[in-house]
């Protein structure tokens, strides 16, 4: 008989096959005082949550639209089924069956509609929430014309959070493929574009036959090879490594960096695309730091904490430090102004088109310290500060 607590353990694996969670990626778990809770505010259906400095998913409520995906800044979240490069493929087979149109649709509109259109020219998703910028852009490079994101009626969706989340995205997409003077656009649509209706006599299948077919295929290809992978691993006595829940200081004082594969596969669409126009644009994706000199403390922990390493250390051979900024690396998590203790920094909202491609840096020299770490009497002297008063004494 099985081992019930192998039996357990596929099971908790086949609940969260739609979503991964990366802690050591959220900004929240990296630094307890960031605000980002971007992924729970637009969860579709509520089944994200922060507690005990960990993100948590709650399988049974997740219906898989990969929203959280899109919206999350670091890609703590990546969303499978489709995943990111089934989805691609998926549109590209449609683009080339539609002559060049990719028509992405939500499961209410493809239910409604059943029997009314090619299902070899549109792509369903859960929720048009799961449609990003970086498969739009990649899109544009292929070669497609246009991309309709058709909806049902989404305003009065109980998952409404993600049809404003594909209102955002395709604002962004429109900005980046005008600034960088790509002939695609994006809309959202209410009806199926004409080169995907099918005549009343169809086509001489049944389509809502094929959907449901088509869609128990995918759900058991997905639970098979979750099976599989667990059975050959549990039978060889081998256990994933778990991901740890923190993550360890680097030499130079700062946090493990990293830039999320969808932002660098973004920035390489961009750069196919050629040339943007000498413009600042205002998008969800960039953001571009300021600081306050006057403010600044030179605590540096801007840059200790910033997870894709947009904001960095420096130190020249004659004793000038300070910290630089690439807007091409910052993914707007906000890190870096929650963290900042004298509120001396800020985000704008608009970043310079061709510093995203140029690997502009701008750089803020930084005064000494006056209670510098490492000094044995730190804590003494920054007390005396605190306190404004000389009766302060260590032992």
Known sequence: MANMTNFFGLLEQLQSADITVHQNRCAVVRNRNATCMKCAEVCTSGCISYDDNELIIAPERCIGCGTCATVCP??????????????????????????????????????????????????????????????????????????????????????????????????????????????????????????????????????????????????????????????????????????????KVMADGTLPHFVPDRRERLLDGLAALGEPEDVMIDTRLWGHVIIDPEKCSS??????????????????????????????????????????????????EEVFAVDLLSGAVERYEMKPMKNPPGNPHQIWHSMKDLLGCDQVYER
């Open 74 to 247: 670091t890609c703590a979240l990546e969303a499978h089924r489709p995943n990111d490069a089934e989805l691609l493929h998926s549109c590209l087979a449609a683009a080339k069956a539609a002559d060049g149109e990719v028509i992405v649709a939500c499961e209410q509109i493809l239910a409604a509609a059943e029997g009314l259109f090619d299902p070899d020219k549109v792509v369903g998703v859960t929720c048009l929430g799961r449609v990003e910028e970086s498969l739009l852009v990649t899109l544009a490079v292929a070669g497609v014309k246009h991309v309709s994101l058709v909806q049902a009626k989404c305003e009065e969706c109980e998952h409404s959070t993600g049809f404003r989340m594909a209102e955002l995205v395709r604002d962004t997409a429109n900005t980046l493929l005008e600034t960088w003077k790509s002939g695609m656009r994006v809309d959202l649509a209410k009806k199926f574009p004409s080169v995907a209706r099918l005549a009343a006599e169809g086509k001489g299948y049944d389509a809502s036959r094929r959907g449901f077919f088509a869609s128990v295929k995918d759900e058991a290809k997905t639970a098979a090879a979750v099976t599989a992978d667990y059975a050959v691993k549990d039978a060889l006595g081998v256990e994933d490594a778990p991901e740890p829940k923190y993550v």
């Open 299 to 348: 605590c540096q922990m801007c840059a200790t904490f910033c997870p894709t390493g947009a904001i960095s250390k420096f130190k020249d051979d004659d004793g000038t430090f300070g910290v630089q900024h690439a807007p091409a690396d910052c993914v707007k998590c906000r890190c870096c102004t929650d963290i900042c203790p004298e509120g001396a920094l800020e985000l704008s």
